[in-house]
């Protein structure tokens, strides 16, 4: 899953990214407004992390001039924790917001269920024959037994799941899993891809030869 | 204990009660007894007409002098006479005089005469039966006028000691001054009952502003500060009162809404670096870390640290300079150490970004508060010198002159647009996040100087423009000995 977060505030922007880093997120960032809305508007995240209070383009600006373009899932973060503050966010289309100073872990709960509620997927639970996901905790077992997966790896698992039985182009998995900051000319996805095969089985993760891999 | 007899409108109230209660009384007494008198002497005088034209009757011959208003006085006939012809009279039974005084009807007339021992020796035929006139002492010789029940008597006396006698029945007279009595403490009951409504009224409609006064203060010390007394608009004393404490009120509201906006951004201010330092170490433990992520981990915390203590420290110099308006802390100091002073501790940061400090500083003296302006002086040149891009000049001007005191601090940095120029005297109010938030700075800096400006009656201003260096002006007003300022980045 790749997200965008839209932080003034250096260390806290430092900070959120490397968050959801070591959450398995492929993070974007912007400083400002103006770089968020530009990033937003590109339309490949699953969902941003946009602060309110920006100098020049605040949050709620960026939010209502993305909205007529992308449907992104957007979290608002805020230090203002007044009910008109709450009504306006809604009104503006915000998925969700959080209020100043937040839990890290609450904070990467919600944007991965914005993410399962956007997919349509409702359920936390997906079953790929003998392999099991469960997209709450983070965890996959085969055949009853728990199997240790990166982050990555589980990032690329749960993106090709969600898209069961669709072929996902290399240039799709590269741009929804994989951020600014990684080498996409480099062979990480293979790598990841073979590890998947390691460790669940070799066919659970098939490859259209020119075209990308799918699960069944 | 709360009895509503210890309010002010029971005081009044009883007190004006018993103040009206004993003038009606007083009053209602006098115009009984005055009309009591005056209807005696009412029935006096019919005694007196009466016996009038008794002795007329009874003395034909006699001319009695004068009109009717000097019958009162008539020469009195001897008693022995009037004995003798009575006596004559008697004899005749179709006697006129004898026909007048034989009626028992109510206010008839009789009379009675006797000697000294008080028996009868003649008397009308409506004498009231069973009276008795008590014997006498010899030598009592006048008249006397008196009731006998519900009988209005006269007496006259003569020398040989026979006594005459006339009477009147007043008991209908007497029926209506009861009546009257009746009626006019009725009517001063009424009266009385009427001030004290009124009166209740009146001192309930004076005292409303007083109830409404204290309900607004209790519904404000409730919390409500948007409670306002109403008043009537009339000039009383208590709408005056109303009026001057609505205005306390509107004082004390605002007072608590800049208190509230100064709370409000200050903790809006802290939550960003409490965040940062709360996921950092959230995310630092969750699992074992090489030494060098914790190392960037601890910086990131401590930078956020440090955000939060400068802006604790320039929160409290501005509540400290919000509280002050007291002379305690003003004392004769000169500007011009002050600028020198804090020129000293801030050569360092000029040097470390290669800024030139040109000066002209004239001896200001003034009386002030020297920590306060020196928080003065080292925010504008701190921030000239910081929001420089480096290896500029920052130059200092320090003029004595009349009417004000005027200190400039000018760079030749990046200027500032004018659409910020009132905006960037506003707390928390930054122009560029990115540099001045990873630099210690507060975003109080300014507000401060114009707050310390003002406490000594000075003026802040900036001129400014980009591109073109900016100018901060402080002016401090001499008339007051105090100060001004203007302020031009």
Redesign the interface.
């Known amino acids: 899953m790749r997200i965008l977060v839209v932080e003034?505030?250096?260390?806290?922007r430092?900070?959120?990214v490397?968050?959801f880093r070591?959450e398995g997120f492929a993070v974007d960032d912007a400083?400002?407004g103006e770089e968020g809305l530009y990033k937003l508007t590109e339309g490949i995240y699953d969902a941003a992390v946009l602060d309110v209070?920006?100098?020049e383009l605040d949050g709620w600006q960026v939010l209502e001039q993305a909205r007529p373009k992308v449907d992104t899932p957007v979290l608002m973060l805020t230090?203002?924790d007044t009910v008109p503050d709450r009504i306006k966010g809604l009104n503006l289309g915000a998925d969700d917001y959080l209020i100043?100073?937040?839990?890290?872990?609450e904070?990467v709960a919600r944007i991965r269920a914005l993410v399962r509620r956007a997919s349509g997927q409702s359920q936390s639970i997906l079953n790929l024959h003998e392999v099991r996901l469960n997209t709450s905790m983070r965890k996959v077992e085969k055949a009853g037994t728990e199997v240790e997966l990166t982050p990555r790896e589980y990032s690329l698992l749960e993106y090709l799941a969600l898209h069961r039985g669709e072929v996902v182009s290399r240039t799709l998995l590269y741009e929804r899993l994989f951020d600014e900051n990684d080498d996409s000319l480099s062979n990480l996805l293979d790598v990841h891809v073979s590890n998947l095969r390691k460790k669940l089985g070799k066919d659970l993760i098939q490859t259209r030869r020119g075209h990308g891999y799918f699960v069944e | 204990m709360k009895l509503p007899t210890n309010s002010i409108r029971w005081h009044l109230q009883i007190w004006y009660a018993s103040l009206l209660l004993i003038a009606l009384a007083g009053l209602s007494f006098t115009v009984l007894r005055l009309s009591r008198i005056h209807r005696i002497r009412q029935l006096d005088q019919q005694i007196t007409d009466q016996q009038r034209f008794f002795f007329k009757s009874l003395f034909p011959e006699k001319k009695l002098t004068g009109p009717s208003a000097e019958s009162n006085k008539p020469a009195p006939p001897d008693p022995k006479e009037i004995y003798r012809r009575l006596q004559a009279e008697h004899q005749n039974p179709t006697s006129e005089i004898l026909q007048a005084f034989s009626g028992t009807e109510p206010g008839f007339f009789y009379f009675a005469i006797s000697d000294r021992d008080g028996s009868i020796l003649l008397s009308s035929k409506n004498f009231p039966e069973g009276f008795v006139f008590p014997s006498e002492a010899r030598g009592e010789d006048f008249d006397t006028q008196y009731f006998k029940g519900t009988y209005r008597e006269h007496l006259r006396r003569g020398p040989p000691g026979i006594r005459v006698y006339f009477g009147m029945d007043a008991s209908e007279v007497l029926k209506e001054m009861d009546q009257f009595a009746v009626s006019i403490t009725l009517f001063a009951a009424g009266i009385w009952l009427v001030g004290l409504a009124g009166g209740w009224w009146i001192v309930g409609r004076a005292l409303r502003p007083v109830q409404e006064i204290s309900a607004t203060a209790v519904a404000i010390a409730e919390g409500n500060l948007d409670q306002r007394i109403e008043w009537a608009g009339n000039q009383s004393e208590l709408n005056q009162l109303a009026q001057v404490l609505n205005h306390t009120f509107d004082e004390l509201a605002s007072a608590m809404e800049r208190q509230r906006q100064f709370t409000g951004n200050a903790?809006?201010e802290l939550?960003?670096?409490?965040?940062?330092i709360?996921?950092?170490t959230?995310?630092m433990l969750?699992r074992d870390r090489a030494p060098g992520e914790y190392r960037e981990s601890m910086e990131?915390c401590q930078?956020?640290g440090l955000?939060m203590k400068v802006l604790v420290e320039g929160l409290l110099l501005l509540a400290r300079q919000e509280n002050q308006n007291s002379a305690e802390s003003r004392m004769p100091c000169n500007l011009q150490n002050i600028v020198e002073q804090s020129l000293n501790t801030l050569g360092h940061l000029a040097a470390e970004r290669d800024m030139k400090i040109i000066t002209d500083l004239a001896s200001a003296p003034l009386v002030a508060d020297a920590a306060a302006l020196r928080i003065l002086v080292d925010n504008l040149v701190e921030n000239a010198i910081s929001h420089h891009p480096g290896g500029g000049t920052v130059t200092l001007t320090l003029k004595n002159t009349e009417p004000a005191i005027q200190f400039e601090v000018a760079d030749d940095g990046p200027g500032i647009d004018p659409a910020y120029h009132d905006k960037i005297f506003e707390r928390f109010y930054?122009?560029d996040?990115?540099r001045s938030?990873?630099g210690g700075h507060s975003g109080l800096g300014l507000a401060l100087v114009k707050r310390i400006a003002e406490n000594h009656q000075g003026t802040c201003s900036l001129h400014s423009a980009p591109g073109k260096g900016s100018r901060f002006t402080v002016q401090f007003s001499k008339q007051t000995g105090e100060g001004s300022a203007s302020l031009q980045i």
């Open positions: 003034d505030d250096e260390l806290l430092r900070t959120l490397a968050t070591d400083e400002d209070m920006m100098p230090a203002k100043k100073p937040f839990d890290a872990d904070l | 903790s809006h939550r960003t670096p409490l965040t940062v709360l996921s950092e959230q995310r969750k990131i930078q956020a955000r930054q122009l996040t990115s938030r990873g």
